[in-house]
């Protein structure tokens, strides 16, 4: 798949400080040593009923983490997938008479010009489970023959053949469940029932098995599987293959949404670590959940906040931008409009003064900005940073104080001063 247009990300004089990350597996804030070059796999979208806020803040998260390596001098490889065959892909198409396809396609186009808008650089890699099924299917093949995965009886009528992660089997010093999410037990039984596993199933060798690749029902597309039969692949099998195929080595960074932390994540890095025999990635980075009245934004309760129609309603994308800057990424926190308002007084405000700071005082608030992200991507320290700087008193106009200034916002936080 193609992905977007790239903003031109300015370079700015001095280095930033060592980045800091919060890592879900390590349960706190640890250096991220990333020398020469760093590589960073965000989980996609599922393309129906995109982007709202939620999806945007977590791309807008990890686009700050890639404009701080940048920032570093590291050449940054970045993957995304989109999980572009998928049980709710499919009952939405269902549900509204469109084809799969078409609302795949209609919303990855959408998702593209939020994504442009929003000054997300793109990844270099972005790829859709579809075009990967057949490295899927060689995948889930290898699993079977090294007894690491499965075969389960239809059930309720279903048809013989789905095939399934061996869990236990499967631990190694590489990886174990629960390394990463660390949840007891009982919570990942509850939220793998809640984030499309089966942990009711007969047949399984152990409940919190996961799907690699599920046979042919009728009316639901399906792909050569060859000796698995004609199917379609489970969800974590897909990521831990695209990351493969796209990037040698363990990744630098995973991430995604919380929302990943288990079963996804926690089971990409099985697949990975059982079929590669190697970590999927160094450090597990999640963002927080965005809600809006009391719950999390989601298209499946469909209390969603739109990009693309607050960009149609005229709101300026940096606007959107720094409004979700303002808040922490591992925050879940809930939008109101009057955040909008806010940031772009706030725009205002560092426009202006961009023409009256003197030189010393742009390169002090520069590297209070650059210290705030190293800080496990403290955006909203750097818009106050930002803010003190624009309450000092104006001075005469530098063209250079204003050049830093400007091109520091674009460059580190991905906003353009108006
Ligand atoms: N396709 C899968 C990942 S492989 C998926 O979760 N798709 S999604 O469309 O539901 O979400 C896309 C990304 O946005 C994921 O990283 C997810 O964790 C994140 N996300 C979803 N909802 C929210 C939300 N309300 N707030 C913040 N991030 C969210
Ligand atoms: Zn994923």
């Known amino acids: 798949m193609h992905a977007w247009p790239a903003p031109v990300v300015p370079t700015v004089p001095g280095t930033p400080p060592q980045l ?9 804030l640890v250096p991220v040593q990333a020398h020469v070059r760093a590589s960073l796999y965000v989980c996609g979208i599922t393309p129906y009923d995109a982007t709202h806020l939620g999806h945007a803040n977590t791309y807008v998260a990890f686009d700050l983490l890639q404009r701080q390596w940048l920032d570093a001098g590291l050449a940054v490889e970045y993957v995304q997938n989109v999980t572009d065959v998928d049980d709710p892909l499919l009952e939405r198409a269902d549900a509204t008479g469109v084809d799969w396809r078409q609302l795949a396609e209609s919303q990855v186009q959408l998702f593209r010009t939020d994504m442009e808008a929003l000054r997300v650089l793109p990844p270099q890699h972005y790829v859709g489970a579809v075009e990967s099924i057949p490295w899927i299917v060689d995948a ?16 309720a009528g279903g048809p013989d053949g789905d095939v399934y992660f061996d869990t236990r089997a499967s631990e190694s010093e590489v990886w ?21 596993g089966d942990p009711e199933r007969p047949g399984k060798r152990d409940p919190l098995d996961p799907l690699l690749w599920r046979v042919e029902r009728e009316g639901e ?9 004609a199917g379609r692949p489970g969800w974590h099998i897909e990521c831990s293959l695209i990351a493969a195929q796209s990037v040698q080595g363990t990744l630098t960074v995973q991430g995604g949404g919380s929302d990943l932390i288990f079963p996804h994540h926690e089971f990409s890095a099985g697949h990975t670590a059982a079929l590669l025999g190697r970590p999927l990635a160094e450090h597990f980075v999640h963002t927080g959940m965005v809600g809006l009245d009391g719950e999390k934004m989601s298209k499946s309760l469909g209390n969603l906040v739109l990009v693309s129609k607050l960009r149609a309603a005229g709101v300026d994308p940096a ?39 003197t030189l010393a005082e742009a390169e002090s608030v520069v590297a209070a900005v650059r210290a705030a992200l190293a800080n496990d991507l403290d955006a909203p320290a750097a818009l106050e940073a930002l803010d003190a700087w624009a309450a000092q008193a104006p001075a ?10 400007r091109d520091a916002a674009d460059a580190l936080l991905g906003v353009r001063l108006p």
């Open 221 to 229: 597309p399906a792909w050569d599987g060859r000796t698995l039969g």
């Open 140 to 155: 889930v093949e290898e699993l079977l023959r090294r007894d690491l995965a499965y075969r389960v009886p239809g059930t």
């Open 20 to 28: 800091q990350l919060h890592d879900t597996a390590a349960g706190k």
């Open 319 to 357: 606007v959107i931008r720094t409004a979700l800057l303002s808040q922490h990424y591992r925050s879940d926190w809930f939008y109101v409009d009057t955040l909008l308002d806010a940031a772009a007084a706030r725009l205002a405000a560092w426009s202006a003064r961009a023409e009256t700071s």
């Open 176 to 196: 174990r469940l629960g390394d990463e999410s660390h949840y007891p037990l009982a919570q990942m039984l509850e939220l793998s029932a809640q984030r499309g």
């Open 396 to 405: 005469e106009h530098d063209d250079a104080a204003a050049r830093l200034v």
